[in-house]
């Protein structure tokens, strides 16, 4: 899959943002910004308000789900994003930039165009969710086959033993189970009951 600051890379920045689990400051902000090539990432703390605001719209576009109403909900935020394309030479050479310089602005229309891009360039399914369920973090497959289910090494090894141990619980119960219904009962004597002599064998004295 190939990265561009309006490609996969707007994909990535917009599900880092999607897994902060809490608003972050202006400062917090700036360093996850600076990884995913973001230029003008000095944010006042009332546009880092908004940019958390603008990361939880972006969280349902990512995971399982139909695919028109994910091209739906992208659509919606496209539209929100303001973008206004134009050619910038910010360094000598010509770019076509889809919003303006404001950071903020700038940070809605990168996210929202690097999901579009992904649905439209490399598949929707690309938009994971972490398959383990005591994580569920948002994802970008970029993977060759475009198979990937977790959002890490880490949550596919920490599951495939999650279910291992639970097969073998499984297994220890339904062989004690079976041991359980295998082993024979001694039928009870009753008062009063004669026993024959074919349910309980001469002994020899």
Known sequence: M???HYGGEGAQLAADLVNVSAPLTAAELEPVLASHGIV???????QARGTWAWSRRLAPCF????????????????????????ISLHDGHPHLHYSDADADTHIRTVTIAGIAYVVCFAGATRLGRCARRACDRSFVDTSRNGRRTYCSVRCANNDAVARHREQRRSGNQ???TKRARATPRARPIRSGVSVDSEDCPAVAL
């Open 174 to 176: 339904e062989t004690g």
């Open 63 to 86: 995971g399982p789900q139909d695919l028109e109403l994910r091209c739906q909900r992208i659509n919606k935020l496209l539209a929100d994003a303001f973008s206004q394309p134009h």
């Open 2 to 4: 190939q990265f561009n």
């Open 40 to 46: 003008e990432r000095s944010l006042t703390a009332a």
